[in-house]
């Protein structure tokens, strides 16, 4: 394994052919990428340290009374990676899997995500280790009440707003939100983004990530002179990001070949019926048991001819085992960190254009400022406005990251880090250093 963790940006290791990286530690694959893009940006020495290190690390015991009386005492995180453009900004996560290490990476990929759609946010994550399959809806309330209260200095409008992330959802937004208000002893919409859009939620928002997968697989698409129309699409993970980019992405004359979940694989080179294909998993959850198509295992799917793979499931799914079967020439990155460093060169040497996940799937926070825009405003915009605004800013984006990749000669990964460590650094320039 190697580590870059104690570098000096004139030790930087380039993750040329050479270097092979752990391919499960995220926070590593993250600062693989950052310190490349560091090096390609001739990043400052004090500025290169300050980025790559977490502002604030917040580790909290979360006692709960379970339903039969015992108390059982959870973790709990809060990384605020870096708030120099604005609040932070980062979803919280209920699962067994949560690690310190985990939630820098995610943390510090929202301070470089919302940097490259240019939202004035910094970045956060958040996270419990706990097992919400195993837990009532009872205990999930209380739990997330008393994360919520254990966070509470950092959390705020101006300072840090939650959002939905792996087992969180609309439901556990609005308890945070409760319990926040509460404390503060007035309503305040604005402190979580993903409510319902009953109370303070955006329209549009659900679909938002999606769609913005939709829009910049489009753009590519056109960038490499391929028509959408009969553009052959896989996607790994049908769940809101892959089902809703499925669906967008027929409706633009795109034919969806093949699609999975965690039930297994569906293959049909004619082309599936992805509104039927809603209908199924909306009756029966899973995708397994549908006829109109060949089942194949979640395996086989990465290796199918196809013009664009977008996987919308889980992290540390294309690798260096599975990368040189990949036929797609265009992979969209619904999903976060689904390709691993090692990954990105061989596909690199494939000549895949990779949509990386930063920019591809955007989509979802970009809507999540509108709705705190709403939120603070107190006005509320109509669908279709939302979508333009989201469409607008996703188009610019990969325009802005495709004009790095061309000018640099590098990839549309590394332009997009190079693009956003830029951002991010140009406004600790401008602020200067508070000592
Ligand atoms: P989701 O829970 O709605 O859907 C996940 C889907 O992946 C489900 O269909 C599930 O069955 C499937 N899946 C799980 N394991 C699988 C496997 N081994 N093989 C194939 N499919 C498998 O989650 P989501 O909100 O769609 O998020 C998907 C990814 O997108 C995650 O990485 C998430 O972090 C990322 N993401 C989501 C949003 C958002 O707004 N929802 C925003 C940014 C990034």
């Given at each position: 394994?190697?580590?870059?963790s104690?570098?000096?940006?004139n030790?930087?290791i380039?993750p040329?052919?050479?270097?092979?990286?752990?391919?499960?530690?995220?926070f590593?694959?993250m600062?693989?990428?950052?310190?490349?893009?560091?090096?390609?940006?001739?990043?400052?020495?004090?500025?290169?340290?300050?980025?790559?290190?977490?502002?604030?690390?917040?580790?909290?015991s979360?006692?709960v009374?379970?339903?039969?009386g015992e108390?059982?005492?959870y973790?709990?995180?809060r990384v605020?990676?870096?708030?120099?453009?604005?609040?932070?900004?980062?979803?919280?996560r209920?699962?067994l899997?949560?690690?310190?290490?985990?939630?820098?990476?995610?943390?510090?990929?929202?301070?470089?995500k919302?940097?490259?759609v240019?939202?004035?946010?910094?970045?956060?994550?958040?996270?419990?280790?706990?097992?919400?399959?195993?837990?009532s809806?009872g205990?999930?309330?209380r739990l997330?009440?008393?994360?919520?209260?254990a966070?509470i200095?950092?959390?705020?409008?101006?300072s840090?707003?939650?959002?939905?992330?792996?087992n969180?959802n609309e439901?556990?937004?609005?308890?945070?939100?409760?319990?926040?208000?509460?404390?503060?002893?007035?309503t305040?919409?604005?402190?979580v983004?993903?409510?319902?859009?009953?109370m303070?939620?955006?329209?549009?928002?659900?679909?938002?990530?999606?769609?913005?997968?939709?829009?910049?697989?489009?753009?590519?698409?056109r960038?490499?002179?391929?028509?959408?129309?009969?553009?052959r699409?896989v996607?790994?993970?049908?769940?809101?990001v892959g089902?809703?980019?499925?669906?967008?992405?027929q409706?633009?004359g795109?034919?969806?070949v093949?699609?999975?979940?965690?039930?297994?694989?569906?293959?049909?080179?004619?082309?599936?019926?992805v509104?039927?294909?809603?209908k199924?998993?909306?009756?029966?959850?899973?995708?397994?048991g549908?006829?109109?198509?060949?089942?194949?295992?979640?395996?086989q799917?990465f290796?199918?001819p196809?013009d664009?793979?977008?996987?919308?499931?889980l992290?540390?799914?294309?690798t260096?085992?599975?990368?040189?079967d990949?036929?797609a020439?265009?992979?969209?990155?619904?999903?976060?960190?689904?390709t691993?460093a090692?990954?990105?060169?061989?596909?690199?040497e494939?000549?895949?254009?990779?949509?990386?996940?930063?920019?591809?799937n955007?989509?979802g926070?970009?809507?999540?400022?509108?709705?705190?825009?709403?939120?603070?405003?107190?006005?509320?915009?109509?669908?279709?406005?939302?979508?333009?605004?989201?469409?607008?800013?996703m188009?610019r984006?990969f325009?802005?990251?495709a004009?790095?990749?061309?000018?640099?000669?590098?990839?549309?990964r590394?332009?997009?880090?190079?693009?956003?460590?830029?951002?991010?650094?140009?406004?600790h320039?401008l602020?200067?250093l508070?000592?």
């Amino acid at each position: 394994m190697t580590s870059t963790s104690s570098k000096q940006p004139n030790a930087l290791i380039r993750p040329d052919k050479d270097t092979f990286l752990s391919e499960e530690n995220p926070f590593e694959a993250m600062m693989s990428r950052f310190d490349y893009a560091a090096r390609c940006l001739n990043l400052d020495p004090g500025l290169y340290k300050i980025l790559r290190n977490p502002e604030k690390q917040i580790i909290v015991s979360v006692p709960v009374p379970r339903d039969n009386g015992e108390i059982e005492v959870y973790t709990g995180y809060r990384v605020l990676y870096n708030t120099s453009r604005g609040p932070a900004k980062g979803g919280i996560r209920f699962d067994l899997n949560v690690s310190l290490d985990e939630v820098k990476a995610l943390a510090a990929w929202m301070t470089w995500k919302c940097a490259v759609v240019n939202i004035p946010f910094g970045g956060a994550k958040g996270g419990v280790i706990c097992d919400p399959g195993a837990m009532s809806p009872g205990e999930i309330e209380r739990l997330t009440r008393r994360y919520t209260s254990a966070i509470i200095e950092t959390l705020g409008p101006d300072s840090d707003v939650p959002a939905p992330d792996v087992n969180t959802n609309e439901r556990v937004m609005a308890w945070i939100m409760d319990t926040y208000s509460m404390h503060k002893r007035h309503t305040v919409t604005a402190v979580v983004t993903g409510k319902p859009v009953e109370m303070g939620g955006s329209l549009g928002r659900r679909e938002a990530t999606g769609r913005g997968c939709m829009i910049v697989t489009r753009e590519a698409l056109r960038k490499l002179g391929m028509p959408i129309q009969g553009a052959r699409v896989v996607v790994q993970g049908f769940g809101n990001v892959g089902s809703i980019a499925a669906l967008l992405l027929q409706e633009q004359g795109a034919r969806i070949v093949a699609v999975s979940d965690k039930s297994g694989a569906l293959h049909n080179p004619a082309g599936l019926d992805v509104p039927d294909l809603l209908k199924w998993v909306r009756e029966k959850k899973l995708l397994a048991g549908y006829p109109k198509a060949e089942a194949i295992t979640n395996d086989q799917l990465f290796g199918l001819p196809c013009d664009v793979l977008l996987p919308a499931a889980l992290e540390n799914v294309i690798t260096s085992k599975n990368a040189k079967d990949i036929q797609a020439k265009i992979i969209c990155e619904g999903a976060n960190g689904p390709t691993t460093a090692n990954a990105d060169k061989i596909l690199e040497e494939k000549g895949v254009f990779v949509i990386p996940d930063i920019l591809a799937n955007a989509g979802g926070v970009t809507v999540s400022y509108f709705e705190w825009v709403q939120d603070r405003g107190g006005y509320f915009w109509e669908e279709d406005v939302v979508n333009q605004r989201l469409e607008r800013i996703m188009v610019r984006s990969f325009e802005e990251v495709a004009t790095m990749s061309a000018k640099h000669s590098v990839s549309m990964r590394v332009a997009s880090y190079m693009l956003s460590i830029d951002r991010v650094a140009a406004v600790h320039r401008l602020r200067g250093l508070y000592a």
